[in-house]
T-cell receptor, first 116, second 116 residues
Framework: DTAVSQTPKYLVTQMGNDKSIKCEQNLGHDTMYWYKQDSKKFLKIMFSYNNKELIINETVPNRFSPKSPDKAHLNLHINSLELGDSAVYFC???????????????FGEGSWLTVV | AQSVTQPDIHITVSEGASLELRCNYSYGATPYLFWYVQSPGQGLQLLLKYFSGDTLVQGIKGFEAEFKRSQSSFNLRKPSVHWSDAAEYFCAVGRPHTGTASKLTFGTGTRLQVTL
């Protein structure tokens, strides 16, 4: 069973379109994330939700809007797509940190978005 | 602000040879450190992590890493590389966010090529 699953895996769309990427985790984690990997393979956090509440919101254009209907799902909606949005978007999840330890973050397979 | 440096962009080793991938970090507090691997067209898989305790940590696929606070390093090692280890390797430092989530700051990655 896939722990963190994303759909679609590949998406090619035209500039100006609106698209969504869905993410689901079956690990029972309370926290979910979206990370973006650009063309140079640099990875950067975009958002994080804990139990459906937004807790991390990096400097991301307003065209990107995450939605968490429940703690097992975190979807990413992108409005008015631009060429620069072409990237790989990774969903991830993590359990609560224990004392003297951090959160171990588990990533999905990624969604390759190409804007033409 | 935390940062991660992976000085080697690309490394080529022969199958069966030993491997060491370098990672240096900058972080003001006790770091939580991770190594992830990304095979071509695939997602990010967690190889190992360091939170506290024994500074030599064992991971999956025969990998290990050693945390050296004095050198601000967390180098990844493998005694004998297999052709299937060819991939992109990312070092990351995690910064806790209220205990419910962590922000991972990634290095730029090291691409490992294995020759037969």
């Amino acid at each position: 069973d896939t722990a963190v699953s994303q759909t679609p895996k590949y998406l090619v769309t035209q500039m100006g379109n609106d698209k969504s990427i869905k993410c689901e985790q079956n690990l029972g984690h309370d926290t979910m994330y979206w990370y973006k990997q650009d063309s140079k393979k640099f990875l950067k956090i975009m958002f994080s939700y804990n139990n459906k509440e937004l807790i991390i919101n990096e400097t991301v254009p307003n065209r990107f809007s995450p939605k968490s209907p429940d703690k097992a799902h975190l979807n990413l909606h992108i409005n008015s797509l631009e060429l620069g949005d072409s990237a790989v978007y990774f969903c991830a999840s993590s359990p609560l940190a224990r004392a003297n330890s951090g959160n171990t973050i588990y990533f999905g397979e990624g969604s390759w978005l190409t804007v033409v | 602000a935390q940062s991660v440096t992976q000085p080697d962009i690309h490394i080529t080793v022969s199958e069966g040879a030993s491997l060491e991938l370098r990672c240096n970090y900058s972080y003001g507090a006790t770091p939580y450190l991770f190594w992830y691997v990304q095979s071509p067209g695939q997602g990010l898989q967690l190889l190992l992590k360091y939170f506290s305790g024994d500074t030599l940590v064992q991971g999956i696929k025969g990998f290990e890493a050693e945390f050296k606070r004095s050198q601000s390093s967390f180098n990844l090692r493998k005694p004998s590389v297999h052709w299937s280890d060819a991939a992109e390797y990312f070092c990351a430092v995690g910064r806790p966010h209220t205990g419910t989530a962590s922000k991972l700051t990634f290095g730029t990655g090291t691409r490992l090529q294995v020759t037969l």
